[in-house]
C-alpha cells in the first residue's frame, strides 16, 4: 500500500522567512495529494491540494509543487506568520484508493 | 464550522469498559473516516465507510469497532480489547464525488485510567 514519509519534523523560520516542507510517497499511481494545517487543539484543516495532472498549484502565500517522476511533493509558505505556526501534514491518495495516507506532520514555528 | 460534529469533546473511562465516540455529519457526504492521532505521530486510520452499512478496516483498527446505520452517523466504540485507547480520535467526513476533501470533526480526547 501507499506509504507517505514527511520531511523536517519540526521547523523554526524567522517570521518574513520563507517555509518549505517535503513529502515522499511511494505509490507511483497516486493521484490526490492536500496539505492539512492543524493549530494546536483544533481539528485539521484542508489548506491547499494538488492533482497528478498539474505541477503547481499557489494560493497567496502558500504553493505546492509535485514531481511524478521522483515521487515527491512539497509545501511552500512565503513570508511567514506567526499565525502560520501549527502542525502541517501531507498525505497522498492513490488511484484505486479510497483513502487517504497522511505523512507525520511537520511543527512549524514562526518566530516574530 | 464543516457541518461535522464529535462528542464529547473529552471523555474518561477506566480501563476494561468499552466506551462509544459519537460523530455526526449534515453535509451529505458519503464517505466517513475514523482516525487516532498520538502526540508526534500523523493521523493513523481506524477504519471508514463508504456507504451505509459498509464499513473497512484502517491500518490499525485490533480493538475498535464501527457501526454505519445512517448516512449522517458513524459511532466508533473503543472496546477493553485496546491495549492503549488514551488518545485524540478524530472523525472526518468526504463527498467523494468529485472532491476528496475530508472534512474533520473537533475530535474527542479520550483518557483511560
Known amino acids: 500500500g501507499e506509504n507517505v514519509e514527511q520531511h523536517p519534523s519540526t521547523l523554526s523560520v524567522q517570521e518574513g522567512d520563507s517555509a518549505v516542507i517535503k513529502c515522499t510517497y511511494s505509490?507511483?499511481?497516486?493521484?490526490?495529494f492536500p496539505w492539512y494545517k492543524q493549530e494546536l487543539g483544533k481539528r485539521p484543516q484542508l489548506i491547499i491540494d494538488?492533482?497528478?495532472?498539474?505541477g503547481e498549484k499557489k494560493d497567496q502565500r502558500i504553493a505546492v509543487t509535485l514531481n511524478k517522476t521522483a515521487k515527491h511533493f512539497s509545501l511552500h509558505i512565503t513570508e511567514t506568520q506567526p499565525e502560520d505556526s501549527a502542525v502541517y501534514f501531507c498525505a497522498a491518495k492513490g488511484l484505486k484508493e479510497d483513502k487517504l495516507v497522511f505523512g507525520a506532520g511537520t511543527i512549524l514555528r514562526v518566530k516574530s | 464550522d464543516g457541518g461535522i460534529t464529535q462528542s464529547p469533546k473529552y471523555l474518561f473511562r477506566k480501563e476494561g469498559q468499552n466506551v462509544t465516540l459519537s460523530c455526526e455529519q449534515n453535509?451529505?457526504?458519503?464517505?466517513m473516516y475514523w482516525y487516532r492521532q498520538d502526540p508526534g505521530q500523523g493521523l493513523r486510520l481506524i477504519y471508514y465507510s463508504q456507504i451505509v452499512n459498509d464499513f473497512q478496516k484502517g491500518d490499525i483498527a485490533e480493538g475498535y469497532s464501527v457501526s454505519r446505520e445512517k448516512k449522517e452517523s458513524f459511532p466508533l466504540t473503543v472496546t477493553s480489547a485496546q491495549k492503549n485507547p488514551t488518545a485524540f480520535y478524530l472523525c472526518?467526513?468526504?463527498?467523494?464525488?468529485?472532491?476528496?476533501?475530508?472534512?474533520f470533526g473537533p475530535g474527542t480526547r479520550l483518557t483511560v485510567t
Open positions: 494538488i492533482r497528478s495532472n498539474v
Open positions: 505509490d507511483s499511481a497516486s493521484n490526490y
Open positions: 453535509l451529505n457526504h458519503d464517505a
Open positions: 472526518a467526513s468526504s463527498p467523494q464525488m468529485d472532491s476528496y476533501e475530508q472534512y
